[in-house]
């Protein structure tokens, strides 16, 4: 069981750090993965790390050089951290475990989320 956290009302500019908690089982070796959805809108692929702390990372376009993606394979957690923060963030933010990659379809395990919204 994945659990997300660390959402809220921020201004634009700033900054939040979300954090996914796995339960139940290891997630390390799994890739981890953020993706967001707004109000209208299909779920968006955010961020990704391959298995290893320290791994690899891919971002999309759309949060390349404000978001970073992290983890801590020792506490179980995936991190995201939100810098520069525009209202277009505005989504529910999911953490996912799998096979990595773009595809949401490649996640196995999902959290239930947690409301990111940015005043202007």
């Known amino acids: 069981q994945l659990q997300a956290s660390g959402g809220g009302l921020v201004q634009a500019g700033g900054s939040l750090r979300l954090s996914c908690a796995a339960s139940?089982?290891?997630?390390?070796?799994?890739?981890m993965g953020w993706f967001r959805q707004a109000p209208g809108k299909e779920r968006e692929f955010i961020a990704a790390?391959?298995?290893?702390?320290?791994?690899?990372?891919t971002y999309a376009d759309s949060v390349k050089g404000r978001f970073t993606i992290s983890r801590d394979n020792a506490k179980n957690r995936v991190y995201l951290q939100m810098n520069s923060l525009k209202p277009e963030d505005t989504a529910v933010y999911y953490c996912?475990?799998?096979?990595?990659?773009?595809?949401?379809?490649?996640?196995?395990?999902w959290g239930q989320g947690t409301q990111v919204t940015v005043s202007s």
């Open positions: 139940g089982r290891t997630f390390s070796s799994y890739d």
């Open positions: 790390i391959i298995s290893w702390s320290g791994g690899s990372t």
């Open positions: 996912a475990a799998g096979a990595g990659g773009y595809y949401s379809g490649k996640y196995y395990h």
